[in-house]
C-alpha cells in the first residue's frame, strides 16, 4: 500500500477526525471519523472514488441522525449547582444601599457576602427577602 492509496487517505481522516473529537469534544467530527473508516473499508474492497464518497456520506448523515441524539442523552449531567439557589426566601441585611437606576448594592445572606439588587432602593441596614438571583447577584426585596 502506498502513501497515496485511497485506503490510508482515508485512514488518515478516519484518525484526524477522532483526534479533534477527543481534543474538543462536541459530539459532531467522530461521525466523519465513522464515515471515513467505512470509505476507507471500501476503497480496501476495491470500490471507486464516486462509490467511497457516497459510503462515507451516508455513513456520515446516518451516524449524525441516528448514533447523536443518543449519545447527546448520555454523560449529561445538571451542570454545576447553584450557589445562590438556595438563598432563595432566607433573610438577609443591606450592607450597602441598594440603588436600582446604576444596579449597585450588597446584602449579607447568611453569613456571606453577595451583590444585589432590587426593584426600588433600599437603604443600608434594612432587613430583605432573597426573592430570586441572577448568577451571582441576588434579588432582594424589603421585609
Known sequence: MSFDSPVLMWVVVAV????IEISIPHFGVIFA??????????AAL???LPLQLIV???VLGVSLAVLRPKLMGKGTSPGVPSRTGTLIGREGIVTEAIDPTIGAGRVNV????????ARTPVPAT???RVIGADGIVLEVSPK
Open 16 to 19: 484526524v477526525s477522532a483526534i
Open 33 to 42: 471519523s465513522l464515515g471515513a473508516a467505512a470509505a476507507a473499508g471500501v
Open 46 to 48: 476495491g470500490g471507486g
Open 56 to 58: 462515507f456520506v451516508v
Open 110 to 117: 447568611a453569613g456571606e457576602d453577595w451583590a444585589a439588587r
Open 126 to 128: 434594612t432587613r430583605v
